[in-house]
């Protein structure tokens, strides 16, 4: 199996583009968001992702 290296960066844009568009992905980006925010959870608070989240959900508001 190949492996792919990510910066934390850019796990985090990752994460905020899957988080904006979770509501339309396939079965594999739905699958890639959970794995992404379980690393999340282990490095922020449930307050610190509430604000990804927020912050995730407000850029994508700003777009439309």
Do not use: P, Q, W
């Amino acid at each position: 199996m190949n492996e792919i290296t990510l910066t934390f960066e850019e796990i985090l844009a990752l994460f905020r583009r899957l988080k904006r568009e979770e509501d339309h992905l396939d079965e594999v980006e739905s699958h890639l968001l959970a794995k992404i925010e379980n690393v999340l959870y282990t490095r922020y608070s449930i307050a610190e992702m509430e604000a990804l989240v927020s912050e995730a959900t407000r850029k994508d508001n700003h777009t439309k």
